[in-house]
């Protein structure tokens, strides 16, 4: 079993500034990834959408968010966390943290972020 806590979110106005972050209740291979997907609000029939991951020699972020959000893990402490810079309306949206353990997907409960003008 792998618990993945996540702490950060809030309510911002356009423009402004989050971090993100995830405990890991385990280790987490540093081969594997760990990382933040997300759910629209009303979109609750959609797939999560992922946004940000990382690993040992690789890092993804989803088009829409490069150069806004950076993400950065330690891997000691099996924490991940995502700074996100100059936010927008459409990333209003729950916030789940991921990883990868045991080929295994595991999943936090799910941070709101919302964002206004």
């Known amino acids: 079993q792998v618990q993945l806590v996540e702490s950060g979110g809030g309510s911002v106005q356009t423009g402004g500034s989050l971090t993100l972050s995830c405990s890991a209740s385990?280790?987490?291979?540093?081969?594997?990834?760990m990382g933040w997907y997300r759910q629209p609000q009303g979109s609750q029939g959609t797939r999560r959408e992922p946004?940000?991951?990382?690993?040992?020699?690789?890092?993804y972020y989803r088009d829409s968010v490069k150069n806004r959000f950076t993400i950065s893990r330690d891997y000691a402490q099996n924490v991940v966390s995502m700074k996100m810079d100059n936010l927008i309306s459409e990333d209003t949206a729950t916030y789940y943290c991921?990883?990868?353990?045991?080929?295994?997907?595991?999943w936090g409960q799910g941070t709101q972020v919302t964002v206004s003008s």
């Open positions: 946004v940000a991951s990382i690993r040992v020699g690789c890092t």
């Open positions: 991921h990883a990868v353990k045991d080929g295994v997907d595991w």
């Open positions: 385990t280790n987490i291979q540093s081969n594997n990834f």
